[in-house]
Nanobody, 121 residues
Framework: VQLQASGGGLVRTGESLRLSCAASPSIFRINDMGWYRQVPGKEREPVAITTSSGSTKYADSVKGRFTISRDNAKNTVYLQMNDLKPEDTTVYYC????????????????WGHGTLVTVSS
């Protein structure tokens, strides 16, 4: 599964950005899909995840500011980031758990290329 991410950039404190991530090809079932971020020297951590049924989970640090949404028909997930803070500055990665019930069945996780979000104070 290939993930095409877009939407990072440079904004000021309090401003907004929207990240998008599209998965292909569509023959794969996309299960959990979401956004992660990684600060240099630390492990990649989940920011916002959505399941195929629409459930969502957020990191405590972004609750109330970030909203994840999903278009299953397009295999695309969006992350609306509002009230951005300097501590949100880092590289964001789209990740997706996928499966294919063929012969043999296939399951795995793919990562998109990172997109840099920079929030100036």
């Amino acid at each position: 599964v290939q993930l095409q991410a877009s939407g990072g950039g440079l904004v000021r404190t309090g401003e907004s950005l929207r990240l998008s991530c599209a998965a292909s090809p569509s023959i794969f079932r996309i299960n959990d899909m979401g956004w992660y971020r990684q600060v240099p020297g630390k492990e990649r951590e989940p920011v916002a995840i959505t399941t195929s049924s629409g459930s969502t989970k957020y990191a405590d640090s972004v609750k109330g500011r970030f909203t994840i949404s999903r278009d299953n028909a397009k295999n695309t997930v969006y992350l609306q980031m509002n009230d951005l803070k300097p501590e949100d500055t880092t590289v964001y990665y789209c990740g997706a758990d996928y499966s294919y019930y063929g012969d043999p069945p296939v399951v795995g996780r793919s990562w998109g290329h990172g997109t840099l979000v920079t929030v100036s104070s």
